[in-house]
T-cell receptor, first 115, second 113 residues
């Protein structure tokens, strides 16, 4: 596969469940990102990883726990979520330092529904 | 308030030109981007412009940047039904090792026959 992939594409979970979202990039990039996209709200940056180190955590509740085991993979671990956490979760990657335009490439997203 | 602002909706007739406008506040932005999101999909980078440029053209797309007024626009010539999507304006504020991109709320473009 090429580009940025995300699994699963759709997820329905109860508030007491624990699940994980997975993102993989095949672009040789050094930085990866998690965004939350809710209806009627701007895209919200959640976490930024550069060279497997977290460089930003935008006041995200602790029920969201990111993990970046290597520069190609990014996970978002979910536990005891609330219905208002239902959204499209988008992963992105970028080349990182020295790349010039440093644009981000997005995956297709995981549509999460919390019951 | 939002750092990047766009109007929420735009409706154009098929074959006409679409112009989507955006304003931003950070004068230190180095790159500005236009992304497209189709239903059920992630964001697709359409084009970008470096902050020292005034204009960039790429086939049917023309980006205009007025740095003094912090105004960015995207013109789509000969708009087709496949152009129906949400268009996001974004600007880049870099970390040393990653990019921090601030997105607008998106403009939903609808095409009427």
């Amino acid at each position: 596969e090429t580009g940025v992939t995300q699994t699963p594409r759709h997820l329905v979970m109860g508030m007491t469940n624990k699940k994980s979202l997975k993102c993989e990039q095949h672009l040789g990039h050094n930085a990866m990102y998690w965004y939350k996209q809710s209806a009627k709200k701007p895209l919200e940056l959640m976490f930024v990883y550069s060279l497997e180190e977290r460089v930003e955590n935008n006041s995200v509740p602790s029920r969201f726990s990111p993990e970046c085991p290597n520069s190609s993979h990014l996970f978002l671990h979910l536990h005891t979520l609330q219905p208002e956490d239902s959204a499209l979760y988008l992963c992105a990657s970028s080349q990182g330092e020295g790349s010039g335009s440093n644009e981000q490439f997005f995956g297709p997203g995981t549509r999460l529904t919390v019951l | 308030g939002e750092d990047v602002e766009q109007s929420l909706f735009l409706s154009v007739r098929e074959g006409d030109s679409s112009v989507i406008n955006c304003t931003y506040t950070d004068s230190s932005s180095t790159y500005l981007y236009w992304y497209k999101q189709e239903p059920g999909a992630g964001l697709q980078l359409l084009t970008y412009i470096f902050s020292n440029m005034d204009m960039k053209q790429d086939q049917r797309l023309t980006v205009l940047l007025n740095k003094k007024d912090k105004h960015l626009s995207l013109r789509i010539a000969d708009t087709q039904t496949g152009d129906s999507a949400i268009y996001f304006c974004a600007d880049s504020r870099g970390y040393s090792s990653a990019s921090k991109i601030i997105f607008g709320s998106g403009t939903r473009l609808s095409i009427r026959p």
